[in-house]
Each structure stands twice: as structure tokens, then as C-alpha cells.
């Protein structure tokens, strides 16, 4: 069976690349993104079928408007978010794609993973 | 070809042949004596150390780093020097610790944070415990794990247990500019918050701490329990002086003031160590303290009882700042 392929925007780079690493180890095509720019230019490339998204995203976008924009490109794809703040992500969550599953952080690989074999 | 020397407590020695393939030997069912960190001036950080299984393929070249799973379940990193003919060891505790800590701090963090260090903390937690569950998944899913596919999730872990620190520091100086301590409830709810990170580290490990409350401390409204406090949330690096030292600065106003700090760590018999096991106890105490460690100042003196005590010095001494 061909690898999924998961689209990983995290601005953070410890954890970008720890999940990647995990998530290549079970056998997962991933691609890292830092900005909204570079997840669109990934989204571009490939048919992405699971989007992890971290909803603090910086330079001058919020996780939720670089999930909308990711929506648009990849209307196929799954969307996880991860989180800090899984009240404020509910309270603010208007106009977004549809969540298949919020993980609060520090994340539980063992529940991510098992949220993303579910929708693959 | 050099001899490859283990030291065991109470300080006899075992020799066999550099060559000699470690595992062979393990999978014989041997007890593998752990040294102490060699750069710990005169430590006898050392610990008898059972090895149920070795987890990876050991290369006993210069620097060689792999793990061990120790009969307990705990998963060991253990660095080798080759210097002067013998093959020293360094052994620290990874995954268990970590991870419970990380449990720790997932049920006690998760809802109280720190205005306006939310991220930060959050993010340096997340890549902590992200990294403990990858060593603990590449540990659990191969048979060979290489020291080299290790060290770069250990380096996240400890730089980023660094950050947890420099963020509880900047809490503590923050405390302490204060002028009524005493009414500021806030900041000292902060502190606590951040502290909890380096104290879930320590809850792991089976120790008893005392500290001696310095002379110069007395005079400026910080009580014992306040001073175990700080101690218990910068202990992991409280060798870069912003700490302690420098709170005792800010206190007294003094930038060339030195606090001398004494802490005795001995292994708590309360808390399950078994006999015989008082060193293994101790040992994860070693892998904090050689972060803390390291600045020429402190002193580390083992116990007969079995414990350290650890002589901080801290804030700048007039040599220094001239």
C-alpha cells in the first residue's frame, strides 16, 4: 500500500521535526512546513491526505486562516489541529475547516496516530 | 589495545579485554558496573547497574554513545571516553524519567499556565515530551537502535529543558524585584507554575534534598521552604547565574555578591530504594547535576552515608568581574 502522504505545519522546529520523525518511523510521507507560504507551496506539490496544523502559527497568520487557506487547496485532505488552547480553539473556531480531531499539547502520539490511521 | 575498565561501588575495579564485544558479556547475565561522569571532579557517581538486555549495537570507539534498558524498564544512555588506555563510562537516565515527568506535567500544567509565557512553556513541553515518546517508540519497536539516531532527541531534550529553566529564572528575578514578596500572590503562583516543570523531573527520582540555608539569605525575607523553592526550580541549570545567585544580587543590591548554597542529596529509603540500590538511586541525580555542574566554582563531596553534598557558588566574584 503507498505511503499516506500528511502535510505538517508547526512553527515550531523541535517539534516539526520530532513528529515527522515519528510519524516516517509508522511508515507516514511527511512533509514539514514552518509558514503558511511553504504549506501552500507543499499543498501545491502533493494530495495530501491528513493536514496537522498547529493553530499558533507566527509571522502574521493564525492558525485558523492558514487552515482555511490549506481547506481551499486541499479539499480532500483531513485536518487535525494541535494546540495550546483547545477552549480558545473552540471559542474562535468560526469560518474554519472542519476539524476531524483537536489535540491539546504537549501531544499524545500514541491518540494523534491513532486519529490519523482512523481517517486513512 | 587498552583495557576496559568498570568501576563498581564500593570502588573495586573489573578489567576484561577493550575488544570484548559488551553485549556477549551482558547477555551472559554479568552485572555491568556505570561510572560517574569523570568531569565531576572526585565523584563517586557510580552505581551498580543490572542489564536485563542491550537495546542497541555497541561500538566501543572513542565516544561512543548507546543505550541500555536496564532490568527495571528505565532506558539508559551511556556515553564511552577512551582516554589513557581505558574506556570510561557515563551512564544517564532518558526515557523514564522523562517520561514521567512528562505525565506529571501533563495533568498538572495543562490548565493552569502562565500568562503571557503560554507558548513558550508550551511549546518547550511539547518538544519534550514529543522527543521522550520517539526515543521510547524507536527503543520499543527495533532491536538496534544506534547511539547516533539517539542523540539528536536527547539534544532536544535537554536544550529544551534548558529554555524550561531561563523561562522559571526570568519568573524568580521577576519575584524577586518586587519589593512586598509577601502580598504579590501572582507572582508567586507563577513561580510555583514554572517550577513545576523541574520539580516533576525530580519527583521521578527517589531522593531527599536539604538545603542550608545561606547566611546571606537570612537577612533578606526568603525562608527556607522559598529558597528549596528557587533551588527545586533552577536546579537544572542553576550553574548559568541567573538563578539564585543573581536573585541574591537583586536582593541585596550587591553585583559582586557570591551565594554559597549546600545541598545534600541522599536517596530516599521512604520512598522503595532497596538495599544495594542506594547508588542506582542517586545515579539520576548525577545526570541533573552534571548540567549544573561545570563552572569551577561548585564542589561535589560524596557522603559515607552515601549521599553528595553539592556546594553552589554563584553571582559574580570579584576576580571575575575584574
Known sequence: MAKRAILLLEDDADTRESLRWLLEEDGYHVRGAETMEQALTWAAQTRFDVVCCDLHVQRGHSGLEVAGALHTELPQARFIALTGDVSGFLESSEGAPAFAAVFQKPVDYAALLAAIEAFV | MGSFVLRELPGWWREMPFDDPLYAWVQQGQAVAVLGNSTIRDAAACAEFDLATLAVHVDMGQGATFAVRAREGALWRVQ????????????????????????????????????????????????????????VHRTATRKVVTGAELERPLGIIQSRLIELTQLQHALIDDWLRLEDVDSMVDPVQMLKEAGKASRACLAAIPVELDVKVPEQMRGIGLSRKRLMLILLAGIITVADATGAGSALQLATGDDEAVLRIELTIRPALSRGTQTGGTARSLLPVAGVLTWSLGQGRDELVSLADGGWRLTLARGRSPEESS
Do not use: F
Open chain 2, 80 to 135: 564511552c571516553e577512551h582516554a589513557s588506555g581505558q574506556v570510561w563510562m557515563r551512564a544517564e537516565p532518558i526515557a523514564a524519567s522523562v517520561r514521567r515527568a512528562e505525565q506529571l506535567l501533563r495533568s498538572q500544567l495543562a490548565d493552569r499556565v502562565v500568562d503571557g509565557m503560554e507558548h513558550e512553556l508550551r511549546s518547550a513541553l511539547n518538544a519534550i515530551s514529543l522527543n521522550a515518546q520517539l526515543i
